[in-house]
Each structure stands twice: as C-alpha cells, then as structure tokens.
C-alpha cells in the first residue's frame, strides 16, 4: 500500500519536521513547499499506514496531516 500526504507544519518547524519524518520506516519525504511537505507511506496494510501517518501529528511543529492518495491492491497470488 502506497498512501501521499501533505503534512503541514509550523514555519520555523519545517526542517525539524522533514527529518523527523525520513526518519520513520517507510516514509519518504518528497518536496517542502513553503511550510507544507510533500510525503509517502509504503506499508503492508492499510491500519499500518493510517498508525503512521497518525504518529505525525505527535512531531512538534506538524500542524496538519492531510491525506491526498491512498493505493493498495489485493494479493493475486491467493
């Protein structure tokens, strides 16, 4: 499963906030436009990934969390 949010953070926050996040297993931050940061969660199942991007909001300076793509596909192989 592949989800995309926007984080939003304080603005003397921000750097702080994009290593904190790059720090976490399966989360990859792509872009900082101003306060906002662009970001995926790669994870197994859908509860892993809502229990991640659920743990932003406790990083100072996360001021929002917002969800922009979810993909996850069903196992063929069953």
């Known amino acids: 499963m592949i989800s995309s ?3 939003e953070c304080a603005a003397d926050a921000v ?3 994009a290593a904190a996040l790059a720090e976490q297993a399966g989360v990859e931050v792509h ?3 101003g306060y906002k940061l662009v970001v995926t969660i790669e994870a197994d199942t859908v509860d892993a990934s809502s229990d991640t991007a659920g743990s ?3 990083i100072p300076g996360v001021l929002g969390v917002n969800l922009v793509y ?3 596909e069903d196992d063929q192989t069953l």
């Open 56 to 58: 932003f909001v406790g």
């Open 70 to 72: 979810c993909n996850f």
């Open 15 to 17: 750097d702080a906030v």
């Open 5 to 7: 949010l926007v984080v």
């Open 31 to 33: 872009e900082r436009k």
